[in-house]
């Protein structure tokens, strides 16, 4: 097979199985798991608290927004479906935020994480940076940075989501390509960042096998869809890109891509 066919329908199989890959190694090491379900858990309370309020102050919220229909016949109704549009975006933005906040909050348990998934691998890459505050505040300001780009794209689609037809069957799609692509670079960070490798040496490296990247990501992204999931698979998540940088694309480009 060609390289090319590798990052493309290869390469986004071979990312599905780095996906199943962190969830054998988790079932392994159970304690681990548990260990990594701590921040999730966090930030799930967190989330449902918001979206709760975000529930029951919704048309209130679209009542803030809409000052001008104040005076519309039809404006409860106006209100109403405003508030269920404000309401859907939180939902979306939430799912595409958990893994940014998750990693932010929980940035020892997932550095200890990831490090230990590296160590039964062989070790820990030579000259490998574990400061703790170093890696936090990286974490913070490339989630915010990721978090800018994702709405780059995530607002022209949800606006395109109206459209008849294309919103409906395109628009998801894109969506869920998008998402998946940017939550691979924010789950491979711990393990690029401890190999001297920034956020922008970080989306090149992606971009270069963007089928791999997607085939990680959008399983992922659709995982953490359905309620609660989200708080299981984020230490599988975690795991799954600790093998995917020190197997896949960390290594020479020769051996990744042989002729």
């Not at 066919?5 to 988790?26: D, P, Q, T």
């Not at 967190?46 to 016949?73: K, R, S």
């Not at 975006?89 to 958990?98: D, H, Y």
């Not at 975690?238 to 002729?259: D, F, I």
């Amino acid at each position: 097979m060609s390289s090319n066919g590798r990052r493309g329908v290869g390469g986004f199989a071979e990312g599905i199985g780095f996906c199943l890959k962190g969830l054998g190694w988790v079932a392994r090491h159970p304690r681990w798991w548990v260990f990594g379900l701590v921040p999730a858990l966090v930030s799930t309370v967190l989330y449902v608290i918001a979206l709760v309020w975000l529930g029951t102050h919704a048309t209130d919220v679209a009542a803030w927004a809409t000052p001008f229909a104040d005076d519309w016949g039809w404006r409860d109704a106006f209100r109403t479906l405003v508030g269920v549009m404000i309401f859907v975006v939180g939902l979306v933005l939430s799912v595409l935020t958990f893994t940014a906040v998750t990693l932010a909050i929980g940035e020892p348990f997932y550095e200890k994480l990831s490090e230990k998934v590296e160590e039964d691998l062989g070790g820990l890459p030579e000259g490998a940076d574990t400061s703790l505050w170093r890696s936090f505040l990286r974490s913070v300001r490339d989630s915010v940075v990721t978090l800018f780009y994702v709405l780059m794209f995530t607002i022209p689609l949800f606006v395109l989501g109206f459209v008849p037809v294309v919103g409906q069957t395109v628009v998801p799609v894109l969506g869920a390509l998008v998402s998946g692509f940017f939550l691979t670079a924010e789950l491979t960070g711990l393990a690029l960042e401890r190999r001297g490798v920034g956020r922008k040496g970080r989306f090149a490296l992606l971009r270069g096998d963007l089928g791999l990247a997607l085939g990680f990501g959008v399983p992922l992204f659709l995982a953490f869809l359905v309620p609660l999931v989200s708080i299981v698979v984020m230490p599988a998540a975690v795991a799954g890109a600790a093998m995917l940088v020190r197997v896949r694309l960390t290594r020479p480009a020769r051996e990744r891509h042989p002729a």
